[in-house]
C-alpha cells in the first residue's frame, strides 16, 4: 500500500471528509438526517485451494432515519491505475454478492415462506433489495496524463461488429482529481479538507503553499495529526519534517506548527525586503537608459540583501548603467 496511501485511508475514514467530497462532486448537500457510519470493506476470496482477500480503502454506510440505506466507497491513488475499473467492477461484485448472502442466510434461518414470484431456490424474495453501492476515485497525484473512467476504457471495441456492441455492459468510474479543486468549492467545505488540499495543490508551484498557511495560521498551528500525516507524506517540503505531537485536552492528538509558521513569517519578510530592493535598484537604473538583460538578471538572481543594498546606493549615484556594471 505504501504510506501516502495508508496516511490518505487514514485521514479519508472520517464522516466530515467522506461528506465533504461526496457533497462536491454532486453537487449538493446530503441531508443531514442521513447518518454516516462505518462499513466492513474486507473480503474473503478462494482461488482454488488459496485463501486470499480484497479489501476497500473506505467504505461507509449511510442510513437515513426513515429507514434504508446505501453505500459510499472511496479508494485513494497517488499514482495511475490503468486496470482500476476493473477492479472497481470486482469490489462492487464482492459487496453485491455479501449483502445477497447474508440477506438469503437470514431468510434460511428465519423460516421464511415464499410466495409464487418469491426465488425459492435461491432463498431470496421479490421484497429483498440491496443496498447500492457509490463510489469514488481520489487521485492526489500530479499527473495530469490519462486515466480510464469506465471498464470500456480498457477494451478493444473495434472488434466488435454492429450492434452487437450495445451487447456490453460498461462500468464507470467517478474521478476526483484532488489537487484540481478550485479554491471556491474548496471554501464549501466543512471539514479541515479545505486546508490539505489547499496546501497540496500548491505546492506544486514553488513555495506559494507558504502565502496559504500564513493565510490560515490559526489552523496550521495546532492542525490534527492525521491531516499533518497527508502533507507530510504527498508533499515534499521543509516545514513538515520533526514537528512536535501534543496531546490536547480533549484527547485529540494535534502536531505544533507554530514554530514552522514562524520562519515561514520570517522568510516572507526577507523575501519581501530582498524584491522591494531589487525593484528599487531596477528603476533607479532605467532613469539612465535601457538595462541589458544579463545585469537585470543578476540584480532578479541576488538573494544576498546586504549586498542589494550596497547595489542600491550604487545605483542611486551612478550616472550611467556602465558606471553600475562597472563598479557592481
Known amino acids: ?5 495508508a496516511a490518505l485511508n487514514v485521514y479519508m475514514s472520517k464522516k466530515e471528509q467522506i461528506r ?4 462536491y462532486y454532486i453537487g449538493e448537500r446530503i441531508p443531514l438526517d442521513y447518518k454516516i457510519s462505518t462499513e466492513d470493506g474486507f473480503y474473503a476470496l478462494h482461488n482454488g485451494n488459496k485463501l486470499t482477500f ?4 473506505n467504505l461507509k454506510i449511510v442510513q437515513s432515519k426513515a429507514g434504508g440505506g446505501f453505500l459510499l466507497g472511496i479508494e485513494n491513488q497517488m499514482t495511475v491505475n490503468l486496470t482500476f475499473p476493473q477492479r472497481l467492477l470486482e469490489m462492487d461484485s464482492l459487496e453485491y454478492r455479501r449483502q445477497v448472502e447474508e440477506i438469503t442466510e437470514e431468510n434460511r434461518r428465519n423460516k421464511i415462506r415464499y410466495d409464487t414470484e418469491d426465488d425459492f431456490q435461491y432463498r431470496f424474495r421479490k421484497m429483498d433489495k440491496l443496498k447500492p453501492v457509490c463510489n469514488l476515485k481520489l ?9 480510464p473512467v469506465s471498464l470500456g476504457d480498457m477494451m478493444d471495441m473495434e472488434v466488435m461488429p454492429g450492434q452487437i456492441k450495445k451487447l456490453f455492459n460498461d462500468y464507470k468510474v467517478h474521478i476526483v482529481r484532488m489537487r484540481a479543486i478550485v479554491d471556491e468549492d474548496l471554501e464549501k467545505m466543512q471539514s479541515d479538507l479545505k486546508y ?3 496546501v497540496l495543490k500548491r505546492t506544486e508551484k514553488g513555495k506559494n ?13 495546532r492542525m490534527p495529526v492525521d491531516a499533518y500525516e497527508v502533507i507530510r507524506v504527498c508533499a515534499n517540503i521543509r516545514e513538515f519534517d520533526n514537528q512536535f505531537i501534543l496531546q490536547e485536552k480533549n484527547g485529540e492528538e494535534r502536531v505544533d506548527m507554530c514554530r514552522a509558521i514562524y520562519e515561514i513569517k520570517r522568510d516572507a519578510k526577507r523575501e519581501g525586503k530582498r524584491e522591494g530592493r531589487q525593484e528599487a535598484i531596477l528603476e533607479l537604473l532605467e532613469d539612465c537608459g535601457e538595462i541589458p538583460e544579463d545585469t537585470k538578471e543578476r540584480i532578479l538572481k541576488e ?3 546586504k549586498r542589494l543594498g550596497v ?4 545605483a542611486a549615484k551612478s550616472e550611467s548603467i556602465e558606471e553600475f556594471r562597472i563598479a557592481m
Open 1 to 5: 500500500m505504501g504510506e501516502p496511501n
Open 311 to 314: 547595489w542600491l546606493k550604487l
Open 303 to 305: 538573494k544576498n540583501t
Open 196 to 198: 490539505v488540499v489547499g
Open 54 to 57: 480484497r479489501e476497500r480503502d
Open 20 to 23: 465533504d467530497i461526496f457533497e
Open 139 to 147: 487521485y492526489w497525484g500530479k499527473e495530469a496524463g490519462y486515466m
Open 209 to 221: 503553499y507558504q502565502q496559504f498557511m500564513l493565510q490560515h495560521a490559526d489552523y496550521f498551528e
